[in-house]
């Protein structure tokens, strides 16, 4: 059986109207699931944007996934940041849990542990604010579920490669 592998692709694309759905509709036409997707302007002045893709598949399906994208028209630049060496990859996550007594201090004291700040409280909930890698976020709302987990809202992975070079 052929591995499945999760990567993390940059993609450096023209920030004009219809870029955004010409990349969703490479991924979505062929089959392949994107589990995270960001996208902002980089560089106004050329009239950059980065889109961040968290993808998975097999090798040679990603390996796919970034020829086609090479071929579209507005891309400039990808980056398989997974394969092209050490990046940094994070990710904000506003988390809402209702509850009272103790299950409202356990809630925040794992908020502590994790580091998640308290950004809204009202004497039945909190609204959570907290930044990482994506496993770190998942294992927090898991630990809140119990607690009186009531919605999630999240951004999507941010990723850089480290060291001195850029995009």
């Known amino acids: 059986m052929t591995e499945i592998e999760r990567h993390t692709i940059a993609v450096l694309v023209d920030n004009e109207p219809g870029v955004l759905a010409r990349v969703i509709g490479l991924f979505s036409g062929r089959g392949y699931n994107i589990e995270s997707l960001t996208v902002a302007e980089v560089d106004r002045a ?8 968290v993808t998975t ?5 990603i390996e796919q ?3 086609q994208l090479s071929r579209l028209v507005p891309v400039h630049k990808i980056h398989d940041l ?3 060496g050490p ?3 994070r990710e904000m996550a506003l988390i809402k849990v209702a509850g009272k007594g103790e299950a ?3 809630s925040l004291r794992l908020a502590d542990i994790f580091r998640a700040r308290v950004v809204d409280s009202t004497t039945e909930s909190f609204v959570f604010e907290m930044t990482g890698s994506s496993e770190k976020l998942n294992a927090f709302i898991t630990l809140m579920e119990p607690l009186g987990l009531v919605e999630i809202s999240r ?4 990723a850089i490669s480290r060291g001195p070079a850029s995009f």
């Not at 598949?57 to 399906?61: A, L, N, Q």
């Not at 951004?155 to 941010?158: P, Y």
Request: charged share 30%; aromatic share 4%; hydrophobic share 45%.
């Open 46 to 53: 050329a009239g950059l944007s980065r889109i961040t893709i």
């Open 57 to 61: 598949g097999t090798r040679m399906i």
């Open 65 to 67: 996934i970034k020829a």
């Open 82 to 84: 997974t394969d092209e």
């Open 87 to 89: 990046f940094v990859e």
């Open 104 to 106: 409202r201090i356990e």
């Open 155 to 158: 951004t999507g992975a941010a």
